[in-house]
């Protein structure tokens, strides 16, 4: 739920740059470059705060793996401790995975920026896009 909402900037990329941006007619009324650089610094902020949010996660659920497995290993036949290794280690998979969507998420929006501000502003590590 954390990171749905994070990632609402990246659900309304679309709509912000277009209601940001003018078109090319009206280019002049409005200073590309700035709004393109703000909106740029607003999203690798959200990346910041996402990929500190997840990695904080899998941290903490690595370290409950780990616990869970020295117990299990001095008690091999309690069903509870099983029970709550398999739990976290699903957890563990998936905030795993979540990394993996984050990269897809990140790509997608950093694509529908760079065709919109292409022209206005270039990031200082703008990575080439074919």
Same mark, same amino acid.
């Given at each position: 739920?954390?990171?749905?909402?994070?990632?609402?900037?990246?659900?309304?990329?679309?709509?912000?740059?277009?209601?940001?941006?003018?078109?090319?007619?009206?280019?002049?009324? %409005?200073?590309?470059?700035?709004?393109?650089?703000?909106? @740029?610094?607003?999203?690798?902020?959200? @990346?910041?705060?996402?990929?500190?949010?997840?990695?904080?996660?899998?941290?903490? %659920?690595?370290?409950?793996?780990?616990?869970?497995?020295?117990?299990?290993?001095?008690?091999?036949?309690?069903?509870?401790?099983?029970?709550?290794?398999?739990?976290?280690?699903?957890?563990?998979?998936?905030?795993?995975?979540?990394?993996?969507?984050?990269? %897809?998420?990140?790509?997608?929006?950093?694509?529908?920026? @760079?065709?919109?501000?292409?022209?206005? @502003?270039?990031?200082?590590?703008?990575?080439?896009?074919?």
């Amino acid at each position: 739920d954390s990171l749905r909402g994070l990632r609402l900037i990246d659900d309304r990329i679309i709509h912000a740059l277009n209601s940001t941006l003018p078109t090319q007619s009206f280019r002049g009324n %409005v200073d590309a470059p700035s709004v393109c650089k703000r909106f @740029y610094d607003e999203l690798q902020l959200s @990346y910041d705060q996402r990929a500190h949010s997840i990695r904080h996660c899998l941290e903490k %659920v690595s370290n409950e793996v780990e616990d869970l497995r020295r117990k299990k290993n001095e008690a091999p036949d309690d069903i509870d401790v099983m029970k709550n290794l398999r739990k976290e280690q699903t957890k563990l998979r998936l905030l795993q995975q979540e990394m993996g969507v984050e990269e %897809v998420v990140k790509d997608r929006t950093l694509k529908v920026f @760079y065709e919109r501000c292409r022209d206005s @502003y270039t990031p200082p590590a703008a990575p080439v896009l074919l």
